[in-house]
């Protein structure tokens, strides 16, 4: 099973200042990875797929980058509502599909 | 538009099954792959399993493997996932997700999801 380890668990910002989370991977996963953000009482959203495409929708603010067993998601300038967890999730092998634990991005 | 319509909140005691249904409209049903996700109070995500609405092929995670059932309905563009022999640490949001593409595992609709509580 593929172990994605997310770090930091938690973020201290403030609004437009730039955010820059990471997932690692316990072995190579390509670039098969996606990023997604969840807000309290809300199903998650996805932001990033194949570690650097935006999903539909998605403000040019977020990016990812990465490839192999290193990746992160940028946030340029925080927005009031970009404050919220963040996951990242593999696809590489499976099953089982795996996700990380999760940054919490909260307001400094 | 692409919705996901899942049942609604359940109470259940250990031991017992619950089935929850997941309700596709907005594309073609057949042609993308539901998955099952959930989510403890507080805690981080899990993938349960898989199904191909086109022809009812499942795979689970391997610690569900002999609780988990995934079926689905093509005349009502409905998937389900019942589990059984519920345990406390089955309480959990229970989401359903479709992917974005034929080839990609990744999830870009998603359910309201379904609490699910097991309580004695």
């Known amino acids: 099973e593929i172990v994605l380890t997310q770090s930091p668990a938690t973020l201290s910002l403030s609004p437009g200042e730039r955010a820059t989370l990471s997932c690692r991977a316990s072995q190579s996963i390509n670039s098969y990875l996606a990023w997604y953000q969840q807000k309290p009482g809300q199903p998650p959203r996805l932001l990033i797929y194949?570690?650097?495409n935006r999903a539909s929708g998605i403000p040019d603010r977020f990016s990812g980058s990465g490839s192999g067993t290193d990746f992160t998601l940028t946030i340029s300038s925080l927005e009031p509502e970009d404050f919220a967890v963040y996951y990242c999730q593999q696809r590489s092998n499976w099953p089982p599909l795996t996700f990380g634990g999760g940054t919490k991005v909260e307001i400094k | 538009q692409v919705q996901l319509v899942q049942s609604g909140a359940e109470v259940k005691k250990p031991g017992a099954s619950v089935k929850i249904s997941c309700e596709a409209s907005g594309y073609t049903f057949t042609k993308y792959f539901i998955h099952w996700v959930r989510q403890g109070p507080g805690q981080g995500l899990e993938w349960v399993g898989i199904i191909d609405p086109s022809d009812g092929t499942r795979n689970f995670a391997q610690k569900f493997q002999g609780r988990v059932t995934m079926t689905r309905d093509t005349s009502a563009s409905t998937v389900y996932m019942e589990l059984s022999g519920l345990r406390f640490e089955d309480t959990a949001v229970y989401y359903c997700a479709r992917v974005i593409g034929p080839t990609a595992d990744f999830f870009e609709y998603w359910g309201p999801g379904t609490p699910v509580t097991v309580s004695s």
């Open positions: 194949d570690a650097s």
